[in-house]
Nanobody
Framework: QVQLVESGGGLVQAGGSLRLSCAAAGRTLSSYGMGWFRQAPGKEREFVAVIGWSGGSAYYADSVKGRFTISRDNAKNTVYLQMNSLKPEDAAVYYC??????????????????WGQGTQVTVSS
């Protein structure tokens, strides 16, 4: 069994930064991409970013490219999402996920293997 535990959400002004963390417990996710989805009220869950096991492959949604950076520390079984230049439209519950890179990039959130419980990000204008 795998548990993904997010932290780092909160309230920030537009233009500010936050860093989300997701720690995996239960097993080493060496064969999984790890990444982030988000869901705003009244909207479907959407892909944000994913990174491969080696850290050499990272993919982003167009809406966050150039502002968000995903990284992982395999020794700590942890993935991070550095969010800069935040906009009000970035406000959502952010969910950590573990699955294949293809599943995540294609926004097939119903096919995700493991989910975290979510962390709220609020951006004030």
């Amino acid at each position: 069994q795998v548990q993904l535990v997010e932290s780092g959400g909160g309230l920030v002004q537009a233009g500010g930064s936050l860093r989300l963390s997701c720690a995996a417990a239960g097993r080493t996710l060496s064969s999984y991409g790890m990444g982030w989805f988000r869901q705003a009220p009244g909207k479907e869950r959407e892909f944000v970013a994913v990174i491969g096991w080696s850290g050499g492959s990272a993919y982003y949604a167009d809406s966050v490219k150039g502002r968000f950076t995903i990284s992982r520390d395999n020794a700590k079984n942890t993935v991070y999402l550095q969010m800069n230049s935040l906009k009000p439209e970035d406000a959502a519950v952010y969910y950590c996920a573990a699955s294949s890179i293809a599943t995540m990039v294609r926004n097939r959130w119903r096919g995700i293997d493991y989910w975290g419980q979510g962390t709220q990000v609020t951006v004030s204008s």
